[in-house]
């Protein structure tokens, strides 16, 4: 088990694996084996007669088209840099393109197994995307590998906000303007001379900072009040500790923190509101403006 | 468990948090790695340990029980 902390926690349990890995239903158990099998295909051979690029931003275009056509939600191009490869791993490309898939909130907030289906069918399709759009850009004569949960070394939150996702919020999660934190990405590390895109601030970390929905609601507790500071960006530090025994230690996966976030309120209102009406009623808090 | 924040304290005197890390071995770990790489030679580094939690201000699962029947 690579994360210490999951594996220190479940060996204090006396258990030999978390109970939320062993409790597959056979439809997430295939979802999990799809991306095992794509793995050896992160990579492969490329292009002998390579595609000379003299307009860098017309081949991103071309790239976010073909990511969007094979299934993409949201599709962006920047410079890889040092602190968005994993420590002690080497990436030699130059640039990184992320295609993400949005979960469907009308499912995933319909309880802890909804959510897991709904999270391994994206990752699934995220790796999917990812292995076709490596070999795309391989055929185009360019160096290409791709980063999923069958193999990955690139770090999803620096990437995400280079490209202009969004801004980290409080629950640890980078917040989109539309989809809020609900969604999964894949990932492709190349050479292809890309445009890159911007970061894009509109105002995330200011409105977490007051709203503290998550917060409140998270089943845990393990969101902090208080934010640390890194290279000038507010991270509020999850408490694994605290997260783990509701999301890892049991049979299901827990995403309240990411369902409860006001940001999903422009994706899905009616389905929103009447939502956090429901987790009013037992006891939690919902949004100050209702 | 210890919880232990490592900071990284850069040449001008910023302080950046790398993360919160469960074990000063794994803390001890990550610094390693950090110092490997050439482009932070000059930072320093520090493990803190973090402040006890809160109490906690999520409604007592009792009460949201009571509320639920």
Known sequence: MADPVLASMVRAQGMENARHYMAATPKVQAYRDSWVKLAPYRDGPVNPQRLDVSDPAEMAQRVKAKALELGATMVGICRLQPHM??????????????????????????????????????????????????????????????????????????????????ELGRHGSLINEKYGASFRPGFVTTDLPLAEDQPREFGVQDFCMNCNVCQLNCPGDAIPKEHVMT???????????????YSRLRD?????????????????????????????QVGYKTPKSW | MEKLYVNEIRP??????????????????????????????????????????????????????????
């Open chain 1, 85 to 166: 490869i994993d420590l002690g791993e080497d990436v030699p490309h130059e640039f990184v393109i992320v295609a993400c898939v949005a979960e469907d909130y009308e499912k995933v907030i319909h309880g802890a197994n909804a959510v897991e289906e709904e999270a391994m069918r994206t990752y699934a399709k995220c790796t999917e995307i990812a292995t076709e759009l490596g070999a795309y850009v391989r055929n185009l004569g360019y160096p290409a590998r791709a980063h999923h949960n069958g193999g990955s070394e690139v770090q999803a939150i620096p990437i995400f906000y280079q490209v202009g996702f969004g």
């Open chain 1, 231 to 245: 290279h000038g960006i507010k991270r509020w530090i999850i408490d694994l500790e605290k997260c783990y025994p």
């Open chain 2, 12 to 69: 001008g005197g910023e302080v950046s948090t790398v993360g919160l890390f469960y074990s000063r071995a794994e803390a001890k770990t990550i610094i390693a790695k950090l110092q490997s790489i050439p482009e932070k030679a000059d930072c320093r580094y520090e493990i803190v340990e973090a402040a006890a939690a809160l109490p906690s201000t999520n409604p007592p699962k009792q009460k949201r029980e009571a509320a639920n029947e």
């Open chain 1, 252 to 280: 299901e996966y827990c995403h309240l923190c990411v369902d409860v976030c006001p940001y999903n309120v422009k994706s899905h209102p009616e389905t929103y509101k009447a939502f956090m009406k429901e987790r009013k």
